[in-house]
């Protein structure tokens, strides 16, 4: 008798995690899971306890990788949230369905925008702190003054209406923050 392949919880959630990249979190059914792993939706069920746990721990997934893209994301650190900015943006466009999936919905697993961008490992908090170390004396003003533009040309991304370069993007980042820094001071 042949044995039996086992699905693991690390085959079901990056099958899991493969369909909300390509198709979107909404398609992160047990019926698609199956298909996609190529079994039936048996083994899905014995490893989780239903599709809201499978869901749960994939948003974890999908918040560790925008972590790791903002981290990876080689960009202007000197000042303060424009690298944070342009990897917000930059995602937008590279992964529509895992941006979608964090920042254009309600269900965000409990966690605020600010916990999302923060991350396990105070990415924020670090673009706060570097304002505070320029003098700015409300980086959490600042911080939601530039967010309105980083959000709204991230969702511009998203449905093709936005088309300036990157060079420019920053550009207007920066001169925002200028803008703004100069009546936080």
Known sequence: MARKEKITKEDILA???QIAKRDGMQEVTARKLA????????????????MDDVIAQLFSMITNFFEEYYEKYAGNESIPFIRLGMAYISFAEKEKHLFYALFLTTERGG????????GQKGLLVK???KSKELG???PGDLFMKLWIFIHGAACMMITGDYDLPEEETEMLLIESFQAYAKGNR
């Not at 966690?111 to 923060?118: C, Q, S």
């Open 35 to 50: 298909l996609e792993i190529g079994c039936s939706t048996q083994p899905i069920f014995r490893v989780f306890q239903g």
């Open 111 to 118: 966690k605020t925008l600010y916990e999302l961008l923060n």
């Open 127 to 129: 673009e706060i702190n």
């Open 136 to 138: 700015i004396n409300n």
């Open 15 to 17: 099958a899991a995690f």
